[in-house]
């Protein structure tokens, strides 16, 4: 009698143990599973979420930009006796004129400085890119004003259009000491619109492609 008490208790026993062991396993791979499912969504959102913060940065930047003409003169910042914009020395690549580099564009515009100091210094790369139509070719043309290289494909983009007007002054003037018209200039590489409103030279898109 009391060898089937102890053999029943015994039986009991590995029952609950197999119980309690199969509960550990079943815990353990729906830890598992969740820890597959969630980390890669989870990782997918933060960094969809920081691109879209570094585009609206990007855009807030343009805008400041923007205010009290200053984006204009930035993109009239042009040196018609050395044919490139003023100070600026980097060749861009597949380009004729010569670029800022980041240091450069940031001593030369609000916009340079404001993309310096939010993204140069934590390693991020980005170009401005001025895109505007060239009636003579009859479709869309680009100069840069920054190139750092060719971007990736998941790099992005904020824009602001700037118009210009035929009587808009270059920011810098020429050897004789006269700032010239944008309807004077000759070697200004945003090329005049010969049909659309009255006065206006050209509207420029101003890029910045971040990466």
């Not at 039986?11 to 820890?35: D, H, K, N, S």
């Not at 210009?164 to 945003?190: H, M, Q, V």
Request: charged share 20%; net charge negative.
């Amino acid at each position: 009698m009391l060898d089937r008490t102890v053999q029943t208790e015994r039986a009991q026993a590995y029952t609950l143990e197999g119980f309690i062991g199969a509960m550990i396993l079943l815990l353990a791979v729906l830890f598992a599973l969740q820890a597959v499912v969630i980390t890669p969504t989870t990782g997918g959102l933060a960094d969809r979420t920081v691109k879209a913060q570094l585009q609206q940065e990007s855009q807030d930047a343009l805008t400041v930009s923007s205010q009290d003409g200053n984006l204009s003169e930035t993109i009239r910042n042009w040196n018609e006796s050395d044919g490139a914009f003023y100070n600026a020395t980097e060749p861009a690549s597949g380009q004729d004129e010569k670029t800022y580099t980041a240091s450069e564009f940031a001593n030369q515009s609000r916009l340079g400085a404001i993309l310096h100091d939010r993204y140069t210094n934590d390693g991020w790369s980005y170009n401005v890119e001025l895109v505007s139509y060239n009636d003579s070719v009859d479709g869309f043309e680009s100069t840069y004003m920054v190139y750092q290289g060719s971007p990736p494909s998941d790099a992005f983009t904020a824009s602001h259009v700037v118009t210009l007007y035929e009587d808009d002054l270059l920011t810098r003037p020429n050897e004789s000491g006269a700032k010239p018209t944008l309807a004077e200039t000759t070697e200004y590489p945003i090329s005049q619109r010969s049909s659309g409103d009255s006065g206006v030279y050209n509207l420029v898109e101003v890029r910045v492609i971040l990466w």
